[in-house]
Structure formats: structure tokens, C-alpha cells
């Protein structure tokens, strides 16, 4: 397993500069829904949607091969939100997507509304596996990609991860089973922002070195920025084409990315902004945008 | 589908069903008859899939396994992550079934089962070996004495406990012809045969296995036979006991029952599992509801309950610890007469 560091593979894609700066403003978009949307709620995790923002972007505006129209498409790419608190991005995605109008965003958490707290496939267009309970998320999309490889699909299956959440043991009960049926149709991004509710992740249960651990289970492994869109860009690419292992893209985040007094603070794990820190996200949101 | 053949026999074999219903020594358990189905209904569906965690050839999932090894996954020693593959398999619609112990299946991966396969609707079956005291050679940590609790109260879970190899090969049936979650709740050895391939079954449906007018006794699985013996042992005593094979423990049939508990004013549920919040309770709670109080002349509705009285079971000979923990034949017909002793009020 060659599982480099910071290393990212160069593309001779002359529409790639392009592609990347659409990503960019995109990806500005989402956090700009996200904490809208929270804020209205008054209720959801800011913290580690806007950390897996550029991720989600690069994933539903370039990688995924999903239809909208008709979102159980059995050839789908699957996408699985391991880390089910976040979903407030992956509704922002789905959203913008066109899997359902964007006015919906501002039901999220609300009575009878089809966003529920945490993922809820039967009720969410676009929502392949219910999830919300950590590591359990990951060891469903094992159960998908062992479907994609016994029916002989070419779909892959891409989950995305918190680093706080690979402290559950599950994750390693599905880490060597993607190895043993070299589940290479299988992708398992990990939001790696250093930040769980309690606190720093290195300090309340450490994980690293989550490439060693990766590579020593049979998986091929990228370390990548997760903010730098060029470098998530590169990578997802490169795990979408790879064959013969497993693929773990290991994103180097920030939580809260975006908004200047959420980054890398705890108590914005789980808590909405008030109608100041709105205004006040918005702004520095919408600086980034231009 | 036919609802307990014994209804459909009518007045005339009634006679026949006062006798003692033979036994027949069983080549195996209903584990291994479940499994046997499962191969058999490999052919006719190629669409399932079976998860197995390391205990195939306990569970006899490897039969299986052996004839379709593209649709046999193993996942090792890990059911949390075997079980939450299964409801990423099942995540479209395909049926899946996970082959395992009951103790590690119901409660290591309970939440798995709840929110990942009950909640969505999947179609995801669960074949759970030792349940109850059946694996009591293994110890408290391989009996599963609380499965029943766990699953039936999750919701759209239904659940089945067959006491012989007819009765499992029809819960494989059931299990894979109903839409959604269903747990099957097998045994670790072969005790007896009393249905014949004749016999059908379905979802919600019961067997009267003897008629008689003075005690309903409700029991299923293993402690169907107990019951059976009871009711030998109480006819001695001039008692004539009828017997329930509540083979569908949820849903269960409330029809049966209260038409039982009217005509013998007496109900004793007999249970390998905790008494808390086992089917003893349900039916309890079912016919507090349901029977009618006041209205059936002056003799109100008796009611006892056996299983294990807040207690962990122990190794050793299985009929050695049934009988300890009271729910062998001679135990439940000891308290079958304990009830139908006591005072009305």
C-alpha cells in the first residue's frame, strides 16, 4: 500500500481550473444554506457540516453519478452520511441538486417535516441508509458495496466519516471487511477536523495515524486539505478511478470552516447561531463568495 | 391460509385432539431445519442473501454458504458490523438474512436492528440460534433469555418462535414472505417432531394442539413439548388441559386465545425467556383488555405466568435446568393445579 501524506496526484484536466472555481463559489453556497437553515431551526450541528462543506460540494457537483428525478436509481453512485449529525450539508446538497425545492431547507428539524434530525432514508428524497448513530453508517455501506460486487455493478459507494467517530469499534469490523472482499468500489472520506463534542479528538480518544491504520487494514489512502477544492477535487477523482483496494480519503479540516468564530471551537458542535451570529456568518460567508 | 388445521377439522376430530399428541424423536434442531429451508428456497429465490458471523456451522448457515458462495457472506467474529452490512445490503429492497446466536444478535446489535432495519422497513431476517435455556449446556452468556423482549418490542418487528422442523421450515416462509423485519427464534438441539408437512402456518396464527376444558396452557418453541407433557401429567388428575402452540409470538393470535380463555376460565403462560416483558406479559395485558369481565357468568379468568423470575439461567442438562428455573411439564402442571386450586377471590 503506497498511501502517501500530503501528496495529491496532478491532472493534465484543462477544464479543471474552471470546474474548481464553480466548485469554490459552490461550495460557499452550501455553508450559506447551512447556517440559515440551523439558525432557523434553532436546533442542528453547524460545526461539522461547514467542515465537510468542500467535500459534500466536490461530491454532489462533480463525483456522484445520482439522478434527482429518480433518486433510488438502482445504477446510482451511493452516498452514505456516516456521520448522520452533519446532514444538515447533505440536505443542502440534495437540495441544490434538485432532489427537493430548496424552500424545504427551512423545515429541518421541524414537525412533520421529511428532514429529520439525522438522516432518514424513507423519508428523504436522495437519503440512500438511515444513520445518525456513529460508525453504523460506515458498516452499512459495506453491506451496498458487497451488493455492487456480487451483482457485478459499476456504481461506487462513498461514505463520509467524522474522526471523533472512528473511535467506535464498528468502524473497524467494516474496514476489514472491505478488505477482505476488496470492496475497490468503496470510498470512505473521513472528515478529519480534530474536534468531537467533548473536545479536542487527540485529547479524549486519540485515532491517529489514520493512514497507518487504513493502509495496515489492506486500504489505499490520500491525505489531503479538505478545504483546498483542487486537492479534494483530485483526490475523490482518483478514488472514483481506483481498482484493487479500498480507497480512504483522510481530509485535513477545520470545524466550523468558514465562519471565523465557529472554526475549530467546541461548543459549536451542536448549537445554532443566534440572530447576530447569523448576520455575522452571512457576511463572512458572502465575502468568500465574491 | 389456514388458520390452526385443528379448526378446520371440526366436531369430529375433536375427540382425536383430547389424546396425547405423540412425539416424535427429531433428527435435528430447528436451527438446522431452518437452515435446510433456507438452502431449499435458494433455488426457487436467487435474490437473497445470507450474512453469517463465524458461527455457520453452528448455526448450519453454511449449508447455504456451500451451495451459493457468491451469496454467503461471512463477516467474521463482529456482529454489530454484520448486522448494519445486512441493512446496507437490504437498503433497496433485497431480503437478507443474518445468521447468528440470539444473545449477540438481540443485544449487542439491538440498536443496529432497531434503527437501521426496523425503522426503515427493511427486509431483513434474523435466524437466531440458542434461544432461551435450549443452549444451556453453554452458560448465561450463550442463552438468549431476553431476545424475545428485545425484538418484539421494537416496532415493526414480528416474531416467531417454531418448536420442531416443520414448524422452522414454515417460520423460513413466513420470515421471507412477509415485507420487512422478522426474527426467528431457534433452538440449539433436536428435541421433538409433532407437525408433519401437512401442517401450515402463518404469520399471527396459532396451533391448538389438544383441547380441553379446564386450563388453557399457552407456551412456544421448546416449552410447547413441556406443555404437551403437562397437560399428560394434569389428565392423570382428571384435568383436562388445552394446549397452544404460540408459534407467531408477535403478532400473536388474541382470536385463539379468548376463544380459549372463555370456554376454560383459566390461561397459564409458560415461557423460556424472562418472565418481564415476555409473551406472558402481552397475553396479560390482552386479556385484561379483551376478556369478558362480568359477563361470563360468575367464574372470572384465572391467569399465572411462568419463565425465569428476574433470574440468569446456568450450565448443565437442559431438562435438569428447565426444570430448576419451572418450566419443564412437571413444573407448569404444578402450577397449573396451584391455579385452578386457588380461591376465586
Known amino acids: 500500500m503506497e498511501g502517501v501524506g500530503m501528496e495529491t496526484t496532478v491532472r493534465t484536466d484543462p477544464g479543471l481550473d474552471e470546474r474548481v472555481a464553480f466548485l469554490k463559489k459552490q461550495a460557499q453556497q452550501v455553508r450559506l444554506h447551512i447556517v440559515k437553515m440551523i439558525h432557523k431551526a434553532q436546533s442542528g450541528h453547524p460545526g461539522g457540516s461547514l467542515s465537510a462543506a468542500d467535500i459534500m460540494t466536490a461530491l454532489y457537483f462533480d463525483i456522484l453519478n445520482v439522478d434527482p428525478k429518480n433518486p433510488r436509481w438502482p445504477d446510482r453512485d451511493r452516498f452514505v452520511l456516516s456521520k448522520g449529525h452533519a446532514c444538515p450539508v447533505w440536505y443542502v446538497c440534495l437540495a441544490l441538486k434538485g432532489f427537493f425545492p430548496v424552500e424545504e431547507l427551512d423545515t429541518l428539524r421541524q414537525f412533520e417535516s421529511r428532514l429529520q434530525g439525522h438522516p432518514v432514508s424513507t423519508k428523504t428524497p436522495g437519503v440512500d441508509a438511515t444513520t445518525g448513530s456513529l460508525g453504523i453508517g460506515f458498516a452499512q455501506a459495506i453491506g451496498m458495496a458487497l451488493e455492487g460486487k456480487w451483482l457485478k455493478k459499476s456504481y461506487k459507494v462513498y461514505a463520509l466519516l467524522g474522526d471523533g467517530e472512528m473511535q467506535e469499534g464498528v468502524v473497524w469490523e467494516a474496514a476489514a471487511s472491505a478488505n477482505k472482499y476488496k470492496l475497490d468500489n468503496l470510498v470512505a472520506i473521513i472528515d478529519n477536523n480534530n474536534l468531537q463534542n467533548d473536545g479536542y479528538t487527540d485529547r479524549i480518544m486519540p485515532i491517529e495515524p489514520l493512514d497507518k491504520k487504513f493502509e495496515a487494514f489492506g486500504w489505499t489512502t490520500r491525505r489531503i486539505d479538505g478545504h483546498n477544492m483542487e486537492q479534494v477535487l483530485s483526490a475523490l477523482r482518483e478514488a472514483k478511478a481506483h481498482q484493487g483496494t479500498p480507497f480512504c480519503i483522510i481530509a485535513q479540516t477545520v470545524k466550523g470552516k468558514g465562519v471565523s468564530f465557529m472554526e475549530n471551537v467546541r461548543g459549536w458542535h451542536g448549537k445554532p447561531p443566534s440572530d447576530q451570529e447569523l448576520a455575522q456568518a452571512i457576511k463572512e460567508i458572502e465575502g468568500g463568495l465574491k | ?345
Open chain 2, 1 to 345: 391460509m389456514i388458520v390452526g388445521n385443528m379448526e378446520k377439522r371440526g366436531g369430529t376430530q375433536m375427540a382425536e385432539l383430547k389424546e396425547k399428541v405423540q412425539l416424535r424423536k427429531a433428527d435435528s434442531p430447528t436451527r438446522k431445519s431452518f437452515s435446510e429451508r433456507m438452502v431449499e428456497y435458494g433455488e426457487i429465490d436467487k435474490e437473497f442473501v445470507v450474512f453469517e458471523s463465524d458461527i455457520g456451522y453452528s448455526t448450519y448457515s453454511y449449508l447455504f454458504g456451500d451451495k451459493y458462495p457468491d451469496r454467503y457472506f461471512n463477516m467474521g467474529i463482529a456482529e454489530l458490523g454484520t448486522m448494519a452490512a445486512a441493512a446496507g445490503m437490504a437498503a433497496d429492497g433485497r431480503t437478507v438474512i443474518v445468521s447468528g446466536y440470539g444473545v449477540f444478535l438481540t443485544m449487542r446489535a439491538v440498536e443496529v436492528v432497531r434503527s437501521f432495519i426496523c425503522y426503515p422497513h427493511l427486509n431483513v431476517k434474523i435466524l437466531s440460534s440458542h434461544g432461551g435455556l435450549t443452549a444451556a449446556i453453554d452458560g448465561v452468556t450463550h442463552q438468549a433469555t431476553e431476545d424475545i423482549a428485545y425484538m418484539s418490542t421494537l416496532p415493526d418487528m414480528k416474531v416467531l418462535a417454531p418448536c420442531d422442523t416443520y414448524a422452522a421450515k414454515a417460520a423460513f416462509d413466513i420470515a421471507v414472505q412477509t415485507p420487512g423485519p422478522v426474527f426467528t427464534r431457534l433452538m440449539r438441539d433436536p428435541l421433538w417432531d409433532i407437525y408433519t408437512e401437512k401442517d401450515t402456518f402463518r404469520l399471527g396464527g396459532s396451533k391448538v394442539l389438544r383441547r380441553g376444558e379446564h386450563i388453557t396452557l399457552v407456551s412456544y418453541g421448546d416449552i410447547v413439548f413441556q406443555a404437551l407433557e403437562a397437560a399428560d401429567l394434569l389428565a392423570k388428575d382428571g384435568i383436562e388441559a388445552e394446549v397452544i402452540d404460540m408459534y407467531s409470538v408477535k403478532p400473536f393470535d388474541g382470536e385463539t386465545l379468548l376463544d380459549s380463555a372463555r370456554r376454560t376460565k383459566a390461561v397459564l403462560v409458560a415461557e423460556n425467556h424472562q418472565k418481564r416483558n415476555g409473551l406472558g406479559y402481552e397475553i396479560g395485558t390482552f386479556l385484561l383488555k379483551n376478556y369478558p369481565w362480568g359477563k361470563m357468568g360468575s367464574k372470572p379468568l384465572k391467569f399465572d405466568h411462568l419463565g425465569l423470575e428476574d433470574t440468569f439461567g446456568e450450565s448443565g442438562n437442559y431438562f435438569k435446568v428447565i426444570d430448576k428455573y419451572g418450566i419443564s411439564g412437571r413444573a407448569i402442571a404444578e402450577a397449573a393445579r396451584r391455579l385452578l386450586s386457588s380461591s376465586d377471590r
